[in-house]
């Protein structure tokens, strides 16, 4: 599943889409190109979000 930034902006709480932008310039978030527009995976957007919650709970499960 591919999911559109707007979307993805959404799945992270809401953030901002420029935010998200950022992220993937940045090379924390993989995107693909698709058709002009920029699309993120399901798998690489669960990825972030693990990330980020190992690192704000210390990594611990």
Known sequence: MLYPINEVAEQLGGIEVRTVYRKLASGEIPS????????????????????????????GQ
């Open 32 to 59: 693909i190109k698709l058709g002009g527009r920029r699309m993120v995976e399901h798998g690489d957007l669960v990825a972030y979000i693990k990330r980020c919650r190992a690192t704000t709970t210390g990594g």
